[in-house]
């Protein structure tokens, strides 16, 4: 799985990704980890192929998630923030990361994300936990391909 490199990296052999390394300040901890994979906490992020990146995890090699940057979703997708969450301690002037995770399909068409249950990153000290948003608007499997926009309720609104 990873094992110690030299100081300040940490080298990762993966299945899907061969071996390569990372800088240790690089990880990112979630609390609690994804949900489905309590026991699994410590992942990097990994460029893919735009909008798309990869939640690898360095303790379970054979396990990477692939994600998307919430900011693609525009100013509909917005949410109260957890400012003052013991666990990530997001304060007011914190940068953050939201990642949302998505459910690739055989058929492309059929993909969808998850912006019901994003992963939000303080950025300050790479700490993050996957929240459940009370919000109707955002389901867990919105298509990615989708022609309306995140936050409508359905075709039938459109005028």
Request: no cysteine.
């Amino acid at each position: 799985m990873s094992e110690e490199g030299k100081k300040g990296t940490i080298q990762l052999h993966t299945s899907r990704f061969g071996d390569f390394e990372v800088e240790e300040s690089s990880v990112i901890s979630i609390i609690g980890g994804i949900i489905g994979f309590p026991g699994l906490t410590k992942f990097v992020m990994l460029d893919y192929n735009p909008p798309f990146s990869w939640l690898q995890s360095i303790e379970n090699s054979d396990l990477a998630f692939v994600v998307v940057n919430g900011a693609e979703f525009g100013d509909n997708y917005r949410f109260p923030l957890p400012i003052g969450d013991r666990d990530i301690d997001l304060k007011e002037d914190d940068d953050y990361a939201v990642i949302t995770l998505v459910s690739v399909r055989p058929d492309p068409s059929q993909t969808t994300v998850n912006l019901k249950a994003p992963v939000i990153v303080n950025l300050r000290n790479r700490i993050g936990r996957q929240f459940v948003l009370d919000d109707t608007r955002f389901p867990m499997r919105f298509p990615l391909w989708a022609s309306e926009e995140v936050g409508e309720s359905g075709p039938e609104d459109k005028k």
